[in-house]
């Protein structure tokens, strides 16, 4: 069987380097807000381009608290992408706010800046572009659309540390960018875990405090904060990961370029890389009509797939109006199709060259 994913081989090989980290934690007896997180959060902010990262509980409490520092709430609207995780949108919920959803491109499976232009109101406080599967979103479009309208852009960066959108780093291009450690993405986490980055001192301070019970001090209180920090355990054992992320990122694109050619020439769409983004490959997600079938047979041969994700979000019964499916046809045509192959930085040729066969086979 070759797993869609296999986390287990990226411990096995850094077993030793994550337990020494673990065990300086352990002996510094500091869990919370101490060096380790200072330290990632500064070497995060390097990669990402920015002057500052603030690390939080999760991808999840990244955008829920990018929102809150950006005062959004009730009454207001966030251009959100109608296919994504749930997470890119729900959180605009939590915040008391409205989700407008905008449809993707279904190349690059990224919002469509066009769509994002159309859904602007007088409302509108901020947009939430996301690179999904570690594509970069249009970024120079996008703030530019909301830098002319004075709204602010969130950029969900979950699946796409590292990629780079004209030379640019993810994360350098919107006033703030969210990232995740769950275990799965790029850079994971033992755990869960998030980061915001930013270059605005402003929303920078901000955060620092809404995450620490809205503390300016020890026991002053000046907002209504919640607790969300990564913890020093995390932060250690990701900052024994992040010197990899370069080499596993190589590996990634790498793999991207092998199954290119060897799946040439079939009836399946598969991922590209539209200029000048460059892309990271959290995910190496195919289209076929024949989506169920494929996945179906894929299994039987011993290839492992994951549907990311099987109902745009509008679509999820969390969103009850439903909405017309008319409104985001291209969400709707990726939900029905994409398939994710086996991808990350360890697969080998072999399995590479074993999946393809299987997805010959079964299309044939
Ligand atoms: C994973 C993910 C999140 C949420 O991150 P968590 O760390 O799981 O809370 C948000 N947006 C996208 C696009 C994601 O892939």
């Known amino acids: 069987m070759i797993p869609q994913i296999d986390l287990g081989r990226q411990h096995a090989a850094l077993r030793q380097d994550l337990l020494d980290a673990a065990a300086r ?4 007896s500091r869990f919370v807000l ?17 002057r500052h990262g603030i690390g939080v509980g999760s991808g999840t409490d990244a955008l829920r608290l990018a929102l809150a520092a950006l005062d959004i709430g ?9 296919f994504s995780f749930i997470a ?8 008391g706010a409205t989700p407008v959803f905008a449809d993707i491109d279904l190349d690059t499976y990224a ?3 066009s769509r994002i232009e159309r859904a602007f109101t007088p409302r509108t406080r901020a947009v939430i572009p996301v690179h999904l599967y570690g594509h970069p979103a249009a970024m120079d479009r996008i703030v530019a659309l909301a830098r002319a309208r004075k709204v602010a852009v969130i950029e969900d960066a979950a699946q796409a540390i590292g990629g780079t959108y004209a030379g640019a780093p993810v994360g350098s291009w919107g006033d703030v960018a969210c990232l995740s450690f769950y ?3 790029n850079l994971g986490a033992c755990g869960d875990g998030g980061m915001l980055v930013t270059t605005r001192d402003d929303l920078a301070e901000r955060l620092r405090v809404l995450r620490d019970h809205g503390a300016t001090e020890r026991y002053r209180h000046v907002r209504l904060g919640w607790c969300s920090r990564l913890d020093e355990m995390q932060a250690a054992m990701l900052r024994v990961k992040l010197r990899r992320l370069p080499a596993w990122t190589e590996a990634r694109r790498r793999i991207a370029d092998r199954y290119r050619s060897s799946l040439a020439g079939l009836r399946l769409s598969l991922p590209v890389e539209r200029a000048p983004a460059r892309h990271v490959y959290h995910l190496f997600t195919v289209r076929s009509a024949q989506r169920d079938a494929l996945a179906k047979t894929l299994g039987d041969l011993g290839v492992g797939t994951a549907t990311h994700y099987p109902l745009p979000i509008p679509g999820q019964p ?9 409104d985001w046809p291209a969400a709707w045509q990726a939900s029905r199709e994409v398939l994710s192959l086996p991808c990350f930085p360890e697969l080998t040729d072999v399995e590479i060259e074993t999946v393809s066969r299987a997805v010959r086979q079964a299309l044939s």
């Open 318 to 326: 969390l969103f009850e109006r439903g909405g017309l499916r008319t």
């Open 74 to 82: 009730p009454g207001d609207e966030v251009i959100t992408p109608a």
């Open 88 to 95: 890119s949108a729900s959180t605009v919920l939590m915040a």
């Open 34 to 50: 101490g060096a380790e997180g200072r330290a990632l959060e500064s070497e995060v902010a390097a990669l990402c381009g920015v």
């Open 111 to 113: 919002i469509d800046p």
């Open 25 to 28: 934690v352990l002996d510094s």
């Open 183 to 185: 275990p799965t993405k």
